[in-house]
Structures are given as C-alpha cells and as structure tokens.
C-alpha cells in the first residue's frame, strides 16, 4: 500500500522567497505531525493535526511558519520570506489515531535556503 | 540538558559482532520508539514499547520505566545494518516525538 509521501523532494529557495511543502498521509489516518532536522541532528517537532484541527503548533519557529490540513488528509507547510536557518529537511509524519502509535515517515524534503 | 540522550553517538562494528545502543530520558513518557534512518532515506519505525522487551528478527529492545533507560540490541550483526539508530519519546496524548541525536552505525564486513 502506499506510504506517507512528500513533494518536492528538494527545494531551492533565494532568502526572502516563500515555499510551500506538501504531505500526502496514510489514507485514514488521524494523526499528521511535522518535524524539522537540521544536518546531522535529531528531528524536533514543529506542529501536529488530528484530523483537520491543528492541536498543537508550539514547535514552529516563528510567524513564518504556517501549516493547515484542511479536509483532515493532505497538509501543507508553508515558510513566507525564507531565511538561511530554514535550510533543513522537512519530515511528515502519520499514524493511524491519536495518541501514542506507530508513526510512518515521509522521505522528508530538503529545503536548501540561498 | 536534552531530555533525550544517547550513546554512543558513533559506533564501528566487525560484522557478526553483538551491538547495544543506549537511551537514556529525563521525562514521563507515554512510550519510548526506536527508529531507523539510512544515508538520504527516510525513517522507519523499528519499535514503539512502553515496558518490557521486544524482539523483531535479529533486533531486540529493552525498557526499563524505573531507570527512564532502553536499549536497542543488535545480534549477527551485517553491513546492512549500517545505519543511523535514533532513540525518541513521545508524551502525553498527542503523540508527537521528542528525539535524540541519532547513533550512527558502521559494519564493516
């Protein structure tokens, strides 16, 4: 069955652009989290949706990032005026219900901030 | 302090050798994953346990809730076991991890 997948793959943003960085979860499940790693660290999170409702953002760095899940499926992240300290991978992640479960990954996008 | 620690942070085996990767957390936890990173792949989740021991092929991992420790064992050890091990958390009733640095593993055939 297909897996949690991630568009793009990389991405190559001029400081100062906004991106936008899709997650297309497992059909059916509930909980979708985002998770940032940096080269060589572990990831951090950064939001979470159980369903469409987005339940905790406190990882988010700033005000420039912004992420939604409107119909409970697919989320998009979005980073407005990009800057260097952005350049990380993006990692989605979905498990089947809320709470502690099982989480299925992404291959992440890797976002390269010039 | 992380709330997360393990070690080692790099660990170089001869294949066949007997591995153990240590986690250490400093907070209540609701369940404690072990998880799989290769060079520019994805993770794959290994382990989720909240007590007790677990085994899957030639992986086993051990919680002990009292000492806030696990251990990720592996036995035969192989070249394709080459990896980055990372240890994470999760709290509460969200569910969201909180990770530890990773341990990178190299078999040398």
């Known amino acids: 069955g297909a897996g949690v997948s991630q568009s793009p793959r990389y991405k190559v943003a001029k400081r100062g652009q906004d991106v936008a960085l899709r997650c297309d979860p497992i059909s059916g499940h509930v909980s979708l989290f985002w998770y940032q790693q940096a080269l060589g660290q572990g990831p951090e999170f950064l939001t979470y949706?159980?369903?469409?409702?987005?339940?905790?953002k406190s990882g988010l760095p700033s005000d420039r990032f912004f992420a939604e899940r409107p119909e409970g499926s697919v989320s998009t992240l979005k980073i407005q005026r990009t800057q260097q300290e952005d350049s990380a991978v993006y990692l989605c992640?979905?498990?089947?219900?809320?709470?502690?479960?099982?989480?299925?990954f992404g291959p992440g996008t890797r976002l390269t901030v010039t | 302090k992380n709330e997360v620690e393990q070690s080692p942070q790099n660990l170089t085996a001869q294949e066949g050798e007997f591995i153990t990767i240590n986690c250490s957390y400093s907070?209540?936890?609701?369940?404690l994953h072990w998880l799989q990173q290769h060079p520019g792949g994805g993770i794959v989740s290994l382990f989720m346990l909240s007590s007790g021991k677990k085994k899957h092929g030639r992986l086993i991992a051990t919680i002990n809730i009292q000492e806030k420790h696990s251990s990720l064992h592996i036995t035969a050890s192989h070249p394709r076991d080459s990896a980055v091990y990372i240890c994470a958390v999760s709290r509460g009733s969200q569910g969201n991890l909180i990770f530890g640095k990773g341990t990178k593993l190299s078999v040398k055939p």
């Open positions: 949706f159980q369903n469409e409702a987005q339940l905790d």
């Open positions: 992640a979905s498990s089947l219900d809320r709470g502690p479960h099982e989480q299925y």
């Open positions: 907070v209540g936890i609701s369940a």
